[in-house]
């Protein structure tokens, strides 16, 4: 057996069908591309068509299959909306990786219920919704891989977490009873916790160059972390190779968790 081929046999998407949403910037946009480059079939959900448009423009020059899906993940009928469409591009996917967020973050005694529904709408609730509707057919036909993606404050509460924490914690509990139900079939259900990675999500930290340089200084690689980071954590959990790993939070953060 040849290298290339052993690690086809352990990396390789090839006839796989991905759903990323948030796929269209930051992170998601990173996995998204790395699914699509080790061979998956790539939705990527999101909000903005013009973003959605050059993400799968980049992916299908590369010789990739993608398309997109525009939806409001904040509503249960727009996630259910989204889920029909994505479908109906490529099938059922194998693969569902849940990057789409929302950071409202105001001070705990002005966090209002609006911001708090908002939150946990986008940042859980849709998570839930997409996996109760894609996780019991991937247990089905026996393969699945579900992958969240956290956050340090699904850990530790600093930068007033509010909402926005609570939510990334209930989203790595949720990955947990998923793990429970479905990894019997042969469904695994992972969270990646980024470490401080500049993205549109963290426009309000990025705009403080004192903050940005603190936050560097805390991991143990002596930078913050960049969207392409995860690619090889994502193409891994949603490999084979990931088969024995289920209900685990990977972190991916340069070791700031640690330090």
């Not at 409202?104 to 109760?132: C, F, I």
């Not at 894609?134 to 600093?158: D, L, Y």
């Not at 993205?199 to 392409?228: F, I, W, Y």
């Amino acid at each position: 057996m040849t290298s290339d081929s052993y690690l086809s046999g352990l990396f390789s998407l090839n006839g796989q069908v991905a759903v990323v949403t948030g796929g269209s910037s930051g992170i998601g946009r990173a996995i998204a591309g790395a699914l699509a480059r080790a061979g998956a079939s790539v939705v990527v959900v999101a909000r903005r068509e013009a973003e959605l448009t050059a993400t799968v423009e980049e992916l299908t020059g590369d010789g990739c299959r993608a398309a997109w899906v525009s939806a409001d993940l904040s509503t249960r009928d727009g996630v259910r909306a989204a889920a029909e469409e994505a479908v109906a591009a490529f099938g059922e996917p194998d693969i569902l990786v849940n990057s789409a967020g929302i950071n409202l973050r105001p001070p705990m005694s002005e966090l209002g219920e609006d911001v708090w529904d908002t939150t946990m709408a986008v940042n859980l609730e849709a998570p839930y919704l997409l996996g109760q509707r894609f996780g019991p057919k991937m247990a089905e036909r026996g393969f699945g891989r579900i992958i969240h993606i956290t956050s340090q404050q699904a850990h530790r509460a600093f930068v007033q977490s509010g909402a926005y924490g609570v939510s990334k914690g209930a989203l790595e509990s949720l990955a947990r009873s998923q793990a429970e139900a479905w990894s019997p079939y042969g469904v695994t259900c992972n969270t990646l916790v980024p470490g401080f990675v500049m993205t549109p999500l963290n426009t309000r930290l990025s705009a403080d160059p004192q903050q940005v340089a603190a936050l560097a200084a805390r991991t143990m690689v002596g930078r913050n972390g960049l969207a392409e980071d995860f690619a090889g954590a994502a193409v891994f959990l949603a490999s084979r190779a990931s088969a024995y790993v289920t209900g685990q939070a990977l972190f991916v953060d340069g070791g700031l968790s640690v330090h």
